[in-house]
């Protein structure tokens, strides 16, 4: 059984601070990895995905990868309370696109 | 672009009956995923489908399957419907194999 474990959080942080996200995943044959992130009622909206070790930057996030110690995490600069959401961390451990996800972290960015 | 379009976005049926989800993917994309979520499980993995042809399954019972068309668009179907297949039920549209996947908005389905 293919395992992907969050933090369920609830993570608080303040206004204008950096939010860490983490997850690992038990399969160490797994290939991509990604974060999404889902509002209360809606559906999970594509954030960041990652391939290879080491560090990906995309305007406030940053996700990172680390293959040998299987973790993956995300990073939010200047966290706005708009960031306030679950955050879903998947993981795809073939050539086709099923995903394990995570249970989710809730992250509460607070003004 | 469009994005991903499901519908219908909210179902009621009653224990027994079977329903049927349809899921439009993103212009020019082949893949298809469906996945289940409840507070419970999570997000799980129901199929894959792939220029018309399943790729993958999850570890779901018979009474789940699906199809998809020439076009790309998918449908779900559920027969025999029981109280836990309350769920809201996802579709994922994807470039290719292994890429990132895009999601509609979802079905809401309660069953009573």
């Known amino acids: 059984q293919k395992e992907v474990e969050q933090n369920s959080g609830p993570l608080s942080v303040p206004e204008g601070a950096i939010a860490s996200l983490n997850c690992t995943y038990s399969d160490r044959g797994s290939q991509s990895f990604f974060w999404y992130r889902q509002y209360s009622g809606k559906s999970p909206e594509l954030i960041m995905f990652?391939?290879?070790?080491g560090d990906k930057e995309d305007g406030r996030f940053t996700a990172q990868l680390n293959k040998a110690s299987q973790y993956v995490s995300l990073l939010i600069r200047d966290s706005q309370p708009s960031d306030s959401a679950t955050y879903l961390c998947a993981v795809s451990a073939d050539n086709f696109n099923k995903f394990y996800f995570g249970s989710g972290t809730k992250l509460n960015v607070k003004p | 672009k469009a994005g991903v379009t499901q519908t219908p976005r909210y179902l009621i049926k009653t224990r027994g009956q079977q329903v049927t989800l349809s899921c439009s993917p993103i212009s020019g994309h082949r893949s298809v995923s469906w996945y289940q979520q409840t507070p419970g499980q999570g997000l799980q993995f129901l199929f894959e489908?792939?220029?018309?042809?399943?790729?993958n399954k999850g570890n779901f019972p018979g009474r789940f399957s699906g199809r998809q068309f020439s076009n790309s668009r998918s449908e779900m179907n559920v027969s025999t419907l029981e109280l836990g297949d309350s769920a809201l039920y996802l579709c994922?549209?994807?470039?290719?194999?292994?890429?990132?996947?895009?999601f509609g908005q979802g079905t809401r389905l309660t069953v009573v």
């Open positions: 990652i391939y290879s070790n």
């Open positions: 994922a549209s994807s470039p290719g194999s292994n890429t990132e996947a895009f």
């Open positions: 489908y792939f220029s018309e042809t399943q790729r």
